[in-house]
């Protein structure tokens, strides 16, 4: 039977490990590869990356870091921000990433989606979607922003989860900002809405707080994985604890 | 020397880095030549069955690939490369495969399954195979695939897994060998199996 998956998520900027709330007030975390490989050691089912570095030239360094983790980390693991043509694709794909995820580049840039599932399989390919909570006429529902959150689109969250499986994302990563970095549960509702609508895995991400939080996106959030980054990074919680809880409450995870 | 094939298709880097931890040599190459002259050949892939039996073609490595398989050279396919092994596939349309094993390629079709089967599932040893040596029955593999193999021989079947429906996770028929899953990304039980591909290797 499939294991539900915890991914430790890992924001590098400049060859660093930062880890900030809402996007902001960022705080060194340390190492990338050496947090990796303990991760990887404790049990963590994947690792993320996601490059925050801001300027073009500082970004070649997160192909080195890609190398270096393909040198000495052997599970899966996915490099994302400031991915935004085929050919970054193709450099973090070579390097030894198991998957990129593409953020503000798939909405500004739909076929991209396409030609980096045609040229390298869907499975490398994750759709990372920020999604924020908004009061409509009809009620709430949830606004894809981009640019690291900053920028507001207009698309339905629902909707574009629709639209990247069909354009052939091999997965979704879906984030509350509302929740990001507080630590105070995921968005359930989101996540429930998002995997009822997408016949693709979603890696629920943002806001988890502890194993509970955790249980609860896995059941009811129906998500295939669960993301975190806060409490890994500053020792909150084992991946060991989490997995624990979560077998002992039900939930399938690799031991 | 392994030799990992490549024909423009998959992740060879992370392959290589993990037989270079398992200390066995190898070398990413497109050349038949290279190929013939290794010790043991791995045949990695991602992406569409069509598209990488027509890079093979285009690259005139076909041939050698089922060379390999004929002279007692071990081979291991993984993932996608497992796939091409077999007779034919049915994903994008009907396509012919190298036909080193008898069987075919099928989509997962159950509905309520998430699609790709992405994550890590575990893996029921069938029939004993050297491949599996020192891995325990049950133990996680890492999978990220869409289609599955559906040999003619249940013999052929060392490991199966399940996922809606329970299908061939490994294979092995002779020299050959086929991983679904990808032991290059399967942390320590991967790299038990890889060292054991590589032993077998050095054997031969």
Redesign the interface.
Known sequence: ?????IIPCLDVKNGRVVKGRSFVNLRDAGDPVEAGKQY?DAGA?ELVFLDITATLEARKTILALA?RV??EV???FTIGGGVSTIADARGL??????KISINTAAVKNKPLITEVA???????VVVAIDAKRQAGKNGQWWEVFISAGTTPTGLDVIEWAKEVEELGA??IMLTSIDSDGHTAGYDIKLNAAVNEAV???VIASGGAGGPEDMLTVLTEGKA??ALAASIFHYGTYSIADVKDYLRNHGVHV?? | MIAIIDYG?G????VQ??L??VGAESVITSDAGEIAAADGVVLPG???FWRAMENLRKGDLMEVVQETSLNGKPLLGIC?GMQLLFSESDEHGRHEGLGIIPGKVKRFTESL??????????IQQQNPSLLFEGVGDGA?F?????YYVIPDEPAAVIGST??GTTFASAVHAGNVFGAQF?P?????V??TMLRNFCRLCQTD
């Open positions: 039977m499939l294991a539900k998956r990887s089912d190398a393909a040198d052997f599970i899966p794909l070579s390097a030894g990433a198991e045609e040229a390298f399989g869907n499975q490398a091999g997965e016949s693709i895995p295939d994985a690799r031991s | 298709l992740n060879l880097r992370s880095c993990a270079r931890r991602v992406g569409a996608l399954l998430k699609i790709p089967h992405m994550g890590w599932n575990e996680f890492y999978f990220a695939h869409s399940d996922y990808h290059e990304r399967s942390g320590a991967g790299l």
